[in-house]
């Protein structure tokens, strides 16, 4: 067998990492390496989402018919159907507010079935190294055939051709980056120094996540007909909503309440260098059912219920990043939550995850992709993936914006606002983005 053309080093083990690695896995030619930080592939969180354009990706990678074996939504493809249900639920008795409907099904997963699927469909021969967390690495930007260099905490070294960071919000790929921008003078002539330190860390969002699972029985037990056993729902309050639906096949319901505060909301992307909103305290911790409870109480009955039925749960402060001038520099790139981290409100993280990772192993698997043209490559990668998760997560802030009341939208307007700020989950199709990528790739090489 002939050695490979170049060997990529994946750091992270999450959602956008391991879709990467399925997908590297149909070019035989490439070799690849996952180096993630816990002993073993976990997904924190509950449940997960997937639009139609994403999951539309899933099903290219062959991963399709294993992941609605998880879920207890029937997939519809190609017909408008319901999608999710929005409710003002900051009365007593609530209201119903509209239904949005998209061409193709939004469909729910519990995260670590999500995960499972992707993880048993990574080929054997990707290398994983579990426990490995890395403290730095280092690239040359001059000589694009000396390899990067990867240092870990625990001491070890290693090296790739290409690194690809899918570590998270708080990505030490994206701060080693930054880093390394704000001392490169072809960078510098398109942003200062204090821009790229700027996206270092993560902003906080002006949200917090109050997340749980119930079982489904317990609810049906005090209301057979609970509309939460059925469909999406997003609840709106003042400063606050709720979003519910069913996973693990219709037994668990995802439960995921949110205080959102007004000024930090309207000004998450602040671009402001020296502007850093910042949350006192831990981002995860543990939450007792009366802590998690308490900020939610005098919402509709509906949510009253589910209140009552929560035995403890988990409080998060969503945090985001800020939008980056480019996600890739020499051989190095940032996918999903390093690059682009966002609010829940569309649900769209993880398939923007997804994309990140589909486009990007097209082009390092083109096949005039070699050492000498990777780094064009990764440019192409950054000028189709980056605009466009940047326009998903400032929609993502609005719908959480708009989910809390803060707006003074009128109610009447609010469904078609919220359907034009979704509808590129399913009116438009990766397929463009692929051959928009493929084109601008073989044009400059």
Not at 115 to 134: A, F, W
Request: glycine residues 8%; proline residues 5%.
């Amino acid at each position: 067998m002939s050695p490979p053309k170049f060997r990529v080093a994946i750091v992270g083990g999450g959602v956008g990492g391991i879709t990467l690695a399925v997908a590297l896995s149909k070019y035989p030619d490439i070799a690849v390496d996952i180096y993630e930080r816990a002993s073993q592939f976990a997904e924190v969180g509950a449940g997960v989402s997937c639009w139609p354009r994403p999951f539309k990706v899933l099903k290219k990678l062959g991963l399709g018919d294993a992941l609605l074996k998880k879920t207890p939504v029937p997939y519809i493809e190609d017909e408008y159907v319901n999608a999710m249900n929005f409710r003002r639920s900051d009365l007593e008795q609530g209201e119903y507010l509209f239904t949005l409907k998209s061409k193709g099904n939004n469909v729910q997963f519990h995260r670590a079935d999500f995960l499972g699927v992707l993880v048993d469909n990574v080929s054997p021969s990707v290398k994983t190294h579990m426990s490995k967390r890395i403290v730095s690495y280092t690239q040359s930007t001059g000589n694009p055939s000396e390899p990067i260099t990867l240092t870990f905490h625990d001491g070890s070294t290693a090296t790739c051709d290409i690194l690809v960071g899918a570590d998270g919000v708080k990505s030490t790929i994206r701060r080693g980056m930054m880093q390394d921008l704000s001392r490169d003078p072809d960078a510098l002539k398109k942003c200062s120094a204090e821009e790229y330190l700027a996206c270092i860390e993560p902003v906080f969002s002006g949200a917090v996540a109050y997340r749980t699972l119930i079982h489904a029985d317990k609810i049906r037990a005090v209301d057979p007909n609970h509309r939460v056993l059925n469909g999406v729902w997003t609840c709106f309050g003042a400063n606050k909503n709720v979003a519910t639906y069913p996973i693990s096949m219709g037994k668990i319901v995802n439960f995921a309440a949110f205080t959102v505060d007004k000024d930090l909301m309207a000004d998450a992307f602040n671009p402001d260098p020296s502007h850093r909103q910042l949350f006192d305290g831990d981002w995860v911790r543990p939450a007792s059912a009366k802590e998690f409870t308490e900020k939610f109480r005098g919402m509709e009955k509906d949510i009253e219920v589910l209140l009552d039925l929560v035995e403890d749960g988990s409080i998060w402060a969503v945090h985001l990043v800020r939008n980056l001038p480019v996600q890739v520099h020499g051989h190095v790139a940032l996918l999903g939550d390093a690059a682009h981290a966002m609010t829940p409100f569309q649900g769209s993280g993880a398939g923007q995850a997804v994309e990140d990772a589909y486009i990007l192993a097209t082009l390092l698997g083109h096949p005039r992709t070699t050492l000498a043209t990777v780094s064009q490559a990764l440019v192409v990668y950054d000028e189709v993936r980056r605009p466009f998760a940047i326009g998903v997560a400032r929609g993502s802030q609005e719908v959480g914006r708009i989910s809390g009341l803060q707006t003074g939208l009128p109610f009447s307007e609010i469904g078609e606002k919220i359907t034009g700020i979704n509808s590129w989950a399913w009116e438009t199709e990766i397929d463009g983005a692929v051959k928009d990528a493929k084109r601008m790739f073989e044009e400059r090489v």
